[in-house]
């Protein structure tokens, strides 16, 4: 409408009202029906309503009561609209569907079903639309019961096997996840040749996972000669867009069926044709298609987003920019798929600062997302920033996932738990997402305390207390914080158990070195009917190569193929490779890489670098090196462990020469770093540290414990020091080692007899290593020490490992 008629129509219905006021004996209902149905204006219609209500007129007259109702509607007021219609003493079938309609179009289902309960028992006579208006409120899974009740009420009104009712009951079993309910109702229809009862039964079986069974449909409506219409091909598209065994060239079929029926051009279907070549990987298809649409509106630019997101691809991001270059405005469902896509900061910034632009940054699902990308572009500074931003009150179970997993790769062990904490405060419920990433957080920043209470809460949690992924993430969080008696308990205690299970176990028990634990798992694996697969066989291979097994560990790498039929990865090969290299066999750990089947990567090599290094074959560690090189020019470890093999053959120069490389490159080694928690703070070292606030007194407390296994037996091992300087030197340079400070702080922190557990960011140098056991012994304590390669449990004056790592 033009702004004069709004104007014209605003000065009527002004001076109506006037008129009205003046006389209230000469009512004109019929004007007041006219100017009703024409308002869109909720101040303007409460006014309206307000006049009207005091000439008495209202319940007397039900067709002007009735447009209030639909001017309400109209104006998004509902609840003044239920409030006119509870005052209408005979109401209409078209007025109760109207409203129902309503509900149904706010979400409010379960209201939607309950006024259709109430149509029931007033007797009011029902028609097909009333049933499909409230069939359309049957919107998931717990609605299905409702739906039944109301197609029998559909067939005790004769109404069943309408066309227009029946497609609606097909839809509302498919959207309820019941095929069978749906099957059963199309068996009884499937004469009809009514394309809406058959776009239903295509959609019904695409969303309830069965495309394939879509596309029989799709096929048998053409045999039976029912043309397709735009919904027809839509939900066929989406239906090739979710199976997983589609080929291109049924996708291609599918289109030369739509350029016969001329309907291409509409944006809708043209959109879903593109997702679809899109998700069966046919992407030059995809974009040909989509730069020759007539149109392209957001929706069409956001499905392309979407479908290049999904696989991965990084047109994703391009195709973003390409929609704001041509002036496309983003939609929120747009952002989302941007999002999804997005692999760089500045893209997740354009997305925020577009998203405060069409006023949906606070939308909590879009905050929850923008977290996400940030934390995979490495922007965890901007993603504790926009949720730093939101208030207790607008978070939910996601947004809280992400955040915590965020705060978990910045080892930020204190706010981790500090928000899981605060949400569960905050009557948050916890679905196993949340849960899962929180065990998750657990394991890497090794948290066992709060593993265990966060266990405490999923036993006590009857909705997921026997779900098996998050029985699978309890046993692998136990795991790797070093509790393998925890692990198996978890393990043992699950009612049921998938691959992931006892590869979890497996893993768990290849970290703590137990070799012959691995192999009981393994072989009750096969009995329990479980297939052994890579994962299994390379913690089988692990557990062989810390344990220096090599017989064992051959045997296993032969059966791979021979007995179990499955093909060695590169990770296998590496397993092999470190295996041999650290029993010292070093040509043939050599041969191994050069028969490798597959290019060796980088960890291969400096697997056998590792050997090298121990054994002295500075040659064949420099060929190693070499070769890492090559395929990543600046791995930094390549070139500090060149380095030390170079510092232990006593090649000071050829050492230097490689320091000298990296500091042009600008490489700097990876500090060591040990980190112990007492009283649920995490307090982290490096060698020589003298930042904590109790350094003092640490220092005092190492000196006394150096001391004491000194007089024990204890000598430091100075050939673990790669630097030309004095022996006296080599000894100073090692007593300061970041492990032994975190064992003295835990020594003075705790209790006597109590378990220290520390965390290591490296591999624990051979020194270090002995002082534990020593420590073990001397004090009476258990250690546990987690490095980059295993566990090491350090107890009267022994370790787990059998000195071998």
């Given amino acids: 409408m033009r702004s004069s008629q709004l104007v014209g129509l605003e000065q009527q219905q002004q001076f109506w009202i006037q008129q009205q006021q003046q006389d209230l004996s000469s009512f004109d209902s019929a004007a007041a029906v006219r100017l009703v149905r024409e308002c869109n204006s909720i101040a303007r ?28 509607l109209r104006c998004g007021s509902l609840e003044s609209a239920i409030d006119v219609f509870h005052k209408i003493a005979h109401k209409s079938i078209v007025l109760w569907t109207v409203l129902i309609s309503a509900y149904v179009s706010r979400g409010h289902s379960a209201a939607a079903i309950a006024l259709f309960h109430r149509i029931l028992q007033e007797g009011i006579a029902l028609d097909a639309i009333v049933f499909v208006s409230v069939l359309s409120a049957c919107s998931s899974e717990e609605f299905l019961a409702a739906g039944r009740l109301i197609h029998r009420c559909a067939v005790e009104a004769g109404l069943g096997l309408q066309e227009i009712v029946a497609s609606a009951l097909v839809s509302m079993y498919g959207r309820c996840g019941s095929l ?51 919904v027809t091909f839509v939900s066929v598209f989406k239906a090739c867009s979710s199976s997983p065994s589609l080929r291109a060239s049924q996708v291609k079929g599918f289109h030369t ?38 149109e392209r509106n957001a929706v069409s630019w956001t499905s392309m987003i979407a479908a290049f997101a999904q696989i991965g691809h990084l047109l994703a991001v391009e195709t973003f920019h390409a929609m704001l270059l041509e002036g496309v405005v983003p939609t929120r469902s747009t952002l989302f798929a941007a999002l999804e896509g997005c692999e760089d900061l500045h893209t997740a910034r354009l997305v925020e600062a577009i998203a405060q632009e069409i006023g949906v940054a606070t939308d909590v699902a879009i905050v929850t997302d923008l977290v996400m990308a940030y934390a995979r572009c490495d922007g965890q500074e901007d993603a504790i920033r926009v949720f730093s931003a ?109 691959e992931i299970s006892w590869n979890a176990m497996l893993s768990a028990s290849a970290q703590h070195g137990r070799v012959e634990d691995c192999c009981d798992l393994f072989r009750a694996m096969l009995q329990e009917g479980f297939d052994a697969e890579r994962v299994a066989f390379l913690n089988l291979l692990s557990a062989c190569a810390h344990a220096g097994l090599v017989e064992a560990g051959c045997e296993h790498f032969s059966a791979m ?64 090196a070499e070769r890492v090189l090559e395929l990543r020019a600046n791995h930094t470890a390549a070139y500090v462990a060149l380095c030390n093999i170079y510092s232990a053959a006593g090649r000071w120069e050829d050492a230097a020469a490689v320091r000298k490389i990296m500091a042009d490159l600008g490489l700097r080694k990876i500090p060591g770093v040990s980190s112990i928690e007492i009283r649920s703070k995490v307090h982290e070292f490096v060698v020589r540290d003298r930042s904590h606030p109790q350094s003092e007194a640490i220092y005092a407390e190492l000196e006394r414990v150096m001391g004491a296994i000194e007089r024990a037996g204890y000598r430091a091992v100075t050939g673990e020091v790669l630097h030309d300087v004095e022996e006296e030197q080599k000894e100073q340079l090692l007593r300061f080692h970041s492990e032994k400070l975190a064992i003295a702080f835990g020594m003075m922190s705790t209790p006597q007899g109590s378990t220290l557990r520390v965390i290591k960011n490296l591999r624990v140098c051979v020194d270090c ?36 790592w």
């Fill in 390 to 498: 939101r208030e207790e009150g607008e978070w939910d179970a996601a947004l809280v996932t992400a955040m915590i997993a965020v705060y978990a790769q910045c080892r930020d062990r204190r706010s981790t738990f500090k928000l899981w904490g605060a949400a569960i405060e905050r009557g948050i419920s916890p679905d196993r997402i949340l849960y899962i990433t929180a065990l998750d957080a657990c394991a890497s920043l090794a948290a066992l305390s709060e593993g265990r209470q966060i266990h405490a809460c999923v036993a006590a949690d009857r909705r997921l207390d026997r779900d098996v992924t998050l029985g699978n993430a309890i046993v692998s969080m136990y795991g790797q914080c070093g509790s393998l008696r925890d692990a198996r308990d978890a393990f043992d205690g699950m009612p049921a158990r998938d």
């Fill in 180 to 230: 069978r309910d749906a099957n059963a109702l199309f068996g009884h229809l499937e004469r009809h040749l009514d394309v809406v009862l058959w776009n239903a039964m295509i959609t019904a079986n695409s969303q309830n996972g069965s495309p394939r069974e879509a596309l029989e449909i799709f096929y048998r409506m053409l045999q039976l000669g029912i043309p397709p219409d735009l």
């Fill in 561 to 624: 193929t021979g007995d179990h039929g499955v093909v060695p990865a590169t990770e296998h090969y590496g397993c092999m490779v470190d295996l041999l290299g650290r029993k010292g066999r070093l040509a043939d750990a050599h041969g191994i890489v050069q028969a490798m089947p597959v290019p060796p990567d980088a960890a291969t090599w400096m697997a056998l670098m590792g050997a090298c290094r121990i054994y002295g074959d500075t040659e064949r560690g420099r060929f190693a």
């Fill in 769 to 804: 290593h002995n002082a534990s056991k020593f420590i073990s012994k001397v004090f009476g304590r258990e250690i546990v020490v987690r490095d980059v390669r295993r566990f090491h449990h350090f107890k009267d004056g022994a370790c787990s490992c059998g000195d071998y």
């Fill in 45 to 72: 219609g409460k006014l309206l309503h307000s006049k009207i209500s005091s000439s008495q007129s209202l319940s007397r007259d039900g067709y002007l009561a009735s447009s209030l109702v639909y001017m309400y």
């Fill in 257 to 294: 069926c739509l350029d016969e029926t001329g309907l291409g051009s509409d944006v809708v279907v043209a959109t879903a044709l593109v997702n679809a070549y899109a998700r069966c990987g046919e992407i030059d298809c995809a974009r040909e298609f989509f730069a020759a649409m007539p």
